[in-house]
Structures are given as C-alpha cells and as structure tokens.
C-alpha cells in the first residue's frame, strides 16, 4: 500500500461529529492520531488539548467514521488493466471515502494459486494508496470442477474464498469445499445464482422484461440456489456468506438459516438497494448487472431487510467495463456497473429517503464486513488503524461520469444528483483523498 505524506503521523482531528457503529459511539468530539494509530479518541479532544506537535485537522462539524471496506470489487488487474488497475480502483475508492477493498479473483490469470495472491499484495503495496485484500478461487480456473488449495492461500493472504461472478454449481464439490474451508476457518462467499435457470437472460423476469422484449431470470434463480447452500452449510458447519442477494425470497431464507443458528451472512449489491428493474428503461446497458435489478417489492424488501440486521453488508460491486462492451444492444452487452466511488453518497441516500438510522448504514460498511473478514480496521477506536473518512451528509452535488477516477465510466448514477459525499480520506494516518 502506497501512502501519500499529507498528513503527518501525529495529527488531531477535533470538532466532528464522531460515529463508530463498532461501539455505538455518536457524539461530538476528536481522534488523535499518532504513528498511523487512533491514539485517542473523545470529546475531550480538542485543538487546546492537542499535542503541540499534531497538526490539526478542523473537521467543520461534519461526521468522522471509520473508513469504509468494500467486500466486492473487480479490479481488472491482472490481464484487464485497460478497465481497471489496482492504482485507479483505488484512488476512486479513496474518493468515495472507502479504506479498505476486497478485490475478486476474476482476473487474467485467476488468483487460484499462492503467486498470484503474493502478486496482488505486492502490486497492492506498490501502486495502491489504500488497503487492498484478495480473495482467492475456490474452484481451479473459476472451472467450478476441481477445489483449490484453500489452506496455502489462507497463509499466503487470501482473506476468503469465492469464485467471483460464477457460482459452484456441483453440490457434491460445494460439500467438499465448504468441509475444507471450516479446518482452516476460511470463509466461503458464493455468487449466488443457478446458471442453468438463469441460462439466457438478461434481466429480471416479468412484466417489465416482457415489455422490453428481453429474456428474463427468475427471482428463483437466486433462491434455489441460496435454499441450497444453507442445507449443505448445516451439514458442514461452515462460514458461508451470500455475495449479493437480490429478491425477497432469498432474503428469508438467510433469516430462517440465522434464526437456527447457522454462521451465515449476506451482504447487497447499493445498485439493488437503490435501483429497480423500471431504472433500465430505454434499454440502458448501464443498469445491466448480475444478479439483474429486481422489481421494486424486491428492492423495499431488503431495504427492510438492513433496517432488520438481516443484511450483513453493502458493497459497491465495482466491476468496470471497457465501453465499447456496453456500445451493443442491451441482450448482448456485458454485465457490471462501477460503484466504489459512488457507495457513500448512494449509501447515504438510503437514510435520506428510506429512514434508514445513519449508525446502521454505516456498519453495513465498516464493523460488519471488518467481523466477518476479521480485520482489525472498520472501527474507531484506542489502538484501531487510522483508517478515517470525514464526510458532509447533506451537502448536494451532481454525478459526473468523466470527473470519477475509475479508469471506466460505466456507472448507473450518471448525471444523478446525491446529498452526501467524502471530504477527507485518512490511511494509517496519512491522506489520500481531500475534496478540493
């Protein structure tokens, strides 16, 4: 991880609006910072109570949280670096006041193997100037046919273990891989659609679909393959996390796995969180995604869902696309929309206009993917990293795609105008991002 020296390693944050969701602390108050550490933290700090060798950081009254950590990002390096790279994903990232990202392994070569992870770290380490964390494969190749070497890859880095975009299909090898992950108490995280039922759509299947003259993917899709899984994670007591859920039926079947006890988690897609399926309109290849945007019973059903702690975890899925695979009729564009820089303002606009308590926004994004991932960042605290984002949560502006940093364009909010955005982002107590 490359930091920049902007801020030195001893600094004061003073007069925010502090918010940590790990502690449920939400008062007016400080952070000190020293040697890229939260030293302390409270309302007693203050310019006056500064060390006279911190620099002081005026916070304006606007909110200090933990800095986000995005679960799912695709960051196209290695082999698509035309897209993406590790550098550009992560100055958007620390744009969007994001931290930490979890990069997919859906990369040319796939990081199925010890190298490959160490590849990551090291690029990571080099060009990135936020934190960066790999999954690995589960299956050889993202084939779905042969597991990989769960516990090498533990040891060399790999901080969980999905094949990305693709599912695992063969029950009998899930079984196996999930048996495996629990040894080593890795974490399996499936996408989670049957390939089969969704074998030639495009979009979510019903009214809207039929209007449009595009072929459709059943909710069920999604379900069958989530009601599956639990059975197989109640056979093997592992720790399995639904990528992204995206329809109300597979949103039960999490709570009902929960309510027994089962170590499962889920997390949402923001695109489904804040979009619907009527979003795609004139056949606007943009809001083509996996899984596909749902109808808007759907979409108020998780809503309720984070409201309800049935949600575990927002994630932006970055997926930048090259634009000429989004120059072609929608049937025949690719999937995937980029988002890292956009999660804040869109995650904020859930409590905005859905009521959504700011506290439980919050830690969809920084203390519960940080526990599920055990990383020691994602909260504010004595001893924690200076992992910090300073954001005003009214303050209105409208979406530019040509000004986001993502080296692709693709996002579904373009021109969308938000009220909220990051102001400052801190990495192990150095800036990488001020709002100019």
């Known amino acids: 991880m490359h930091l920049s020296a902007a801020t030195p390693a001893n600094a004061a944050l003073v007069n925010a ?23 302390d933290i409270g309302p007693h700090i203050s310019a006056k109570s500064a060390p006279r060798n911190a620099n ?35 100055q958007a990232a620390a744009a969007g006041g994001v931290t930490s990202m979890i990069c997919m392994p859906n ?30 494969a589960l299956s050889r190749g993202l084939l779905g046919k042969e597991m990989t070497e769960i516990g090498l890859l533990s040891e060399a880095g790999a901080i969980a273990f999905t094949d990305g975009v693709k599912s695992i299909t063969d029950a009998q090898l899930f079984r196996r891989m999930l048996t495996y992950a629990r040894i080593f108490g890795a974490l399996v995280v499936q996408h989670t659609e049957d390939p089969d039922l ?9 009214l809207v679909a039929t209007r449009l003259g595009l072929p459709g993917i059943p909710a069920a899709a999604e379900t069958i393959l989530v009601e599956r899984d639990l059975r197989l994670v109640e056979l093997t007591g592992a720790r ?24 499962v988690t889920c997390g949402v ?25 749902r ?37 025949e564009a690719a999937y995937g929309a980029i988002g890292v820089e956009t999660l804040l303002p869109a995650l904020l606009s859930l409590v905005h206009n859905e ?51 993502s080296k692709s364009k693709n996002t579904p909010f373009e021109d969308k105008r938000f009220q909220g955005r990051a102001l400052h982002t801190i990495v192990g107590g150095a800036s990488v991002f001020q709002l100019s």
């Open 107 to 136: 990369t040319n070569p796939v990081i199925d193997e010890v190298a490959l992870v160490d590849f990551i770290a090291r690029r990571a380490r080099d060009t990135a100037v936020i934190r960066v964390h790999p999954m690995a």
């Open 355 to 405: 009521g959504i308590a700011l506290i439980t926004a919050l830690g969809a994004v920084t203390a519960r993917p940080a526990e599920i991932l055990k990383l020691d960042t994602g909260r504010m605290g004595r001893g924690a990293p200076a992992d910090l984002v300073l954001f005003d949560p009214d303050t209105p502006w409208q979406v530019d795609a040509d000004a986001l940093k």
């Open 198 to 206: 969704a074998r030639g759509g495009v979009m979510n299947e019903g």
């Open 295 to 331: 109808r808007e019973a759907d979409r108020k059903s998780l809503v309720e869902g984070l409201a309800d702690g049935i949600i575990d975890v927002i994630v932006s899925s970055h997926d930048p696309q090259d634009p000429d695979t989004k120059r072609h009729p929608f049937e």
């Open 56 to 90: 002081i950081i005026e916070c304006g009254g606007h909110i200090l949280a933990p800095g986000l950590i995005d679960m799912r990002v695709f960051a196209g390096e290695p082999g698509a670096e035309h897209t993406e790279t590790l550098a550009t994903a992560s």
């Open 269 to 293: 897609s923001i695109n489904h969180l804040v979009l619907n399926e009527n979003d795609i309109g004139p056949y606007r290849t943009f809001f083509k995604m996996s899984p596909p945007l």
């Open 240 to 263: 399995y996390h639904a990528a992204q859920i995206s329809c109300a039926d597979a949103l039960e079947a999490i709570a009902s796995a929960k309510a027994k006890g089962l170590p």
């Open 17 to 39: 609006r502090l918010i940590d969701p790990a502690s449920g602390r939400d008062e007016t108050g400080g952070v000190l910072i020293r040697n890229g550490m939260i030293a």
